[in-house]
Structures are given as structure tokens and as C-alpha cells.
């Protein structure tokens, strides 16, 4: 499964953007779909995954009640919906695949995007 990330950039702090995170292959949807994103300097951390279905989703605390995560099969594409924006959000975004059932723990996930970058200016 190829992954192509799409939509970072630079915000200020409290705007939103949108994520991208489009595959090829026709076999998507049996896929959950893991966010993470690495700040230099640190580890990579999970950010949000959504089920192969799209029922089930899971978020970090960090990130809870500011981003959703969402799914369109038919377009083999899963979003980031990320609002109020905090500088400590600034990070390279990935998105990851991983067979049916979704999880938190990167080493899970068999397939990466490149990443996109997300600046958040205070």
C-alpha cells in the first residue's frame, strides 16, 4: 500500500488545516489508518487511527476534542481535521497502514507516507 500525505504547512497558532493521507491500492479499506508525527528531537508519537470501517477511532489526549479523524473509502483517502492549533503541535505528520485492527504502537504499522510538515506559530 503506497500512502501520500498532503495538506501541512504553516498556521498560525488557533487556525486549522487538513490532512490528506490518499492510497492507491484498491485494497484500502481494509486497512486501519494510524496518524503519527515526530517533533525534532523526539520520539514518534501516535496522533489518531480510524478502523478499516471508519466506526472505530482513537485519539491521543493531547490531541482529543481539537482533531477528527475521518474516512471516504470510496476515494481511498483518510483526513486530519486539526483546529486550535498549539505550537507544540509542530511536528512532520505520517500517516501509517496497518491490517484491519488499528493501534497506537507505530512498530504495528506495515505501511508509511513521506510525511508532510506542520508549523504552528505562536
Known amino acids: 500500500v503506497q500512502l501520500v500525505e498532503s495538506g501541512g504547512g504553516l498556521v498560525q497558532a488557533g487556525g486549522s488545516l487538513r490532512l490528506s493521507c490518499a492510497a492507491s491500492d484498491p485494497t484500502f479499506s481494509s486497512y486501519s489508518i494510524g496518524w503519527f508525527r515526530q517533533a525534532p528531537g523526539k520520539e514518534r508519537e501516535f496522533v489518531a487511527f480510524i478502523g478499516w470501517r471508519g466506526m472505530t477511532t482513537n485519539y491521543a489526549d493531547s490531541v482529543k476534542d481539537r482533531f477528527t479523524i475521518s474516512r471516504d473509502n470510496a476515494k481511498n483517502t483518510v483526513y486530519l481535521q486539526m483546529n486550535s492549533l498549539k505550537p507544540e503541535d509542530t511536528a512532520v505528520y505520517y500517516c501509517?497502514?496497518?491490517?484491519?485492527?488499528?493501534?497506537?504502537?507505530?512498530?504495528?504499522?506495515?505501511?508509511w507516507g513521506q510525511g508532510t510538515q506542520v508549523t504552528v506559530s505562536s
Open positions: 501509517a497502514a496497518k491490517y484491519f485492527r488499528g493501534g497506537i504502537d507505530p512498530r504495528e504499522y506495515d505501511f
